[in-house]
């Protein structure tokens, strides 16, 4: 049995966050829709409620009834969770005089709640709500307030139901996961046996199970997710997958050959096709963004799938898909956010089924699971890499010369990143070893690349643009080539790295002496919002 808790989503920026926190205290959690609660799942030990873009009273909340839950599972609600049952079962919340956002601290709690164990006292936490809550329902207490907030949380009486209205899941919520894990441990019980090597052992036999002896295609892109997905797969059914590896010319410097050589030593069975020319092809000219991701998508697809055909008698077509791609597709508020970013298809007169057994991971578990599998570390830690690769980081038209310029001093960009090592303590140190980096702490420190520093790293090639600059006694008249790091958790927001100034002197007299058609390096300070990660 595997033990689960169910988070049931009510649109929440921060939803997402909740579920890796719970994977963080190393057991299996589900994001479902608000009303979509599995009432049949013997293995659902304890349920969390998200908070809401909405209020109780707009009319168009999220309403559910949780009456067949309530009692008989463990419950907390955060934010406009604990609103929400406040409101349902006879309480009352209200429009706050003013927004109640920022950090808070927990004047008063009581210290043998359950849901409070090990608190300190004025324990710091993170409010972010427009209504509160003004009374609580008969028969419910409050457990613990802030000096504005009066219920910042509370319990029904004799029954497993809490209530918190600030939240937990985020890092300026100082002791939120001590909070979680009373909850998701203490209170709902969980054994804490969800790992990456529990993960590896019972995923190996069910796509045994699942796949018996059909054969098995997948599209390899170089990234972290498909090549996990690539070699979990290998591990239970080996030869019976093949791997299908396209070029289409827009990969990092000499990453074609050197990631199929990586995969060839993993003993992957992999059809490396270099397709390149054609997508040079059918690029020229082009420099509208979207149109290149058009061009490239339809090219993948057909040159994917000339080579899929090949493949006699594959009944299935495996993918690296995680979860936070399909909580993306899910968002139950109806946003799209980020409809370019799926390229490929399937060849559909093959009728192949899919299958995508990194489903339930989010990204730094994948890590996990490809260490697990004893994956070498550059390509675990490989940064995220678009589809369309350096076509959307070359403003305007595309050509081969423009690619080599910048692969050329990308390549510079990234080496220098990996090499130039850093000391990190406190916060930063904690938030690089929880993206999975395997680095020693001693004495509170851990050293670490500037490349695992970075959530993503790249350079951007300023095609349309030109500058003027001197070298030798010569005028030139070139282009421009942007640097691009980001740290994140999610790729969903960004903030611009901190990187080195003596860093980017270096990486920058490094560019404009070696790469012929590069006079001029700029360091990009946006984060995201508003702007994106890509630039185009
Ligand atoms: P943006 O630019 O939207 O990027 O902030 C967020 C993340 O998505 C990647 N990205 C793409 N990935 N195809 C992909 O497979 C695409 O067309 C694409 N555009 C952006 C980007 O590198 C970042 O990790």
């Known amino acids: 049995m595997q033990q689960k808790i169910i988070i049931l989503d009510f649109g929440s920026q921060t939803t997402q966050l909740i579920g890796r926190r719970v994977r963080e205290l190393d057991t299996f959690c589900e994001i ?28 168009e909340a999220f309403k559910v009834d949780l009456s067949a839950i309530r009692g008989r599972l463990p419950i907390l609600g955060i934010c406009y969770g604990a609103q929400y049952m406040s409101h349902i079962y006879g309480g009352k919340v209200e429009p706050a005089g003013s927004r109640e956002y920022g950090r808070a601290h927990l004047c008063s709690f009581e210290s043998d709640n359950a849901l409070f164990r090990g608190f300190e006292p004025d324990s710091q936490v993170w409010m972010s709500h427009g209504d509160t809550i003004t009374a609580i329902p008969d028969g419910f207490r409050c457990i613990a307030s802030t000096d504005k907030v009066k219920y910042a949380a509370y319990q029904a009486a004799n029954e497993p139901l809490w209530g918190v209205q600030f939240h937990p899941e985020v890092f300026h919520s100082l002791q939120g996961t001590q909070l979680l894990k009373n909850f998701v441990v203490d209170i709902c019980g969980s054994r804490q046996d969800w790992s990456a090597a529990s993960f590896v052992d019972a995923t190996v036999a069910e ?72 997508f040079f092809a059918d690029l020229a000219g082009v420099t509208d963004p979207e149109q290149k991701r058009k061009i490239i998508g339809r090219d993948f697809v057909e040159v994917f799938n000339a080579e899929a055909r090949k493949i006699e008698g594959a009944k299935w077509l495996a993918q690296g898909t995680i979860y936070p791609d399909r909580i993306e597709s899910l968002n139950i508020t109806g946003k799209v956010i980020k409809s370019h970013h799926n390229v490929g298809g399937l060849p559909e007169e093959m009728h192949l089924s899919l299958c995508e057994p990194l489903r339930w991971l989010f990204k730094d578990e994948v890590r996990r699971v490809g260490r697990q599998l004893g994956m070498p570390e550059h390509l675990i830690t490989r940064h995220p890499f678009p589809g369309p690769g350096l076509a959307v980081r070359i403003l305007g038209d595309i050509t081969p010369e423009r690619v080599r310029i910048l692969q050329d001093a990308d390549d510079i960009y990234i080496r220098g990143l990996r090499e130039w090592k850093v000391r990190l303590s406190g916060e930063e140190a904690r938030r690089v070893l929880a993206a999975g980096v395997p680095a020693e702490m001693t004495d509170g420190e851990i050293e670490v690349s500037l490349y695992d520093q970075v959530w993503q790293a790249g350079a951007v090639l300023l095609a349309t643009v030109r500058s003027v600059g001197v070298m030798g006694d010569e005028r030139t008249y070139e282009h421009p080539v942007a640097l691009r790091a980001v740290t994140s958790t999610d790729a969903m927001t960004a903030d611009w790295a901190h990187l080195p100034y003596d860093f980017m002197a270096r990486v920058s007299n490094d560019i404009i002496n070696h790469v012929k058609g590069v006079n001029r390096v700029c360091y990009d300070i946006s984060s995201k919002p508003p702007s994106t990660i890509e630039w185009e």
């Open 32 to 59: 479902l829709p608000y009303n979509k609660f599995p009432h049949d799942d013997p293995d659902v030990i304890g349920v969390i409620l998200s908070g809401s873009p909405y209020s109780v009273y707009d009319p």
């Open 207 to 278: 796509l045994k199970a699942q796949l018996g002896d059909d054969r098995v295609i997948l599209g390899l892109s170089g990234g972290v997710d498909s090549s996990v997905a690539a070699v979990l797969l290998h591990r239970a059914i080996g030869k019976n997958l093949t791997c299908i590896f396209v070029d289409h010319g827009m990969l990092r410097k000499n990453e074609f050959s050197s990631v199929l050589h990586d995969y060839e030593c993993l003993g992957l069975n992999v059809i490396g096709v270099d397709a390149s020319e054609k």
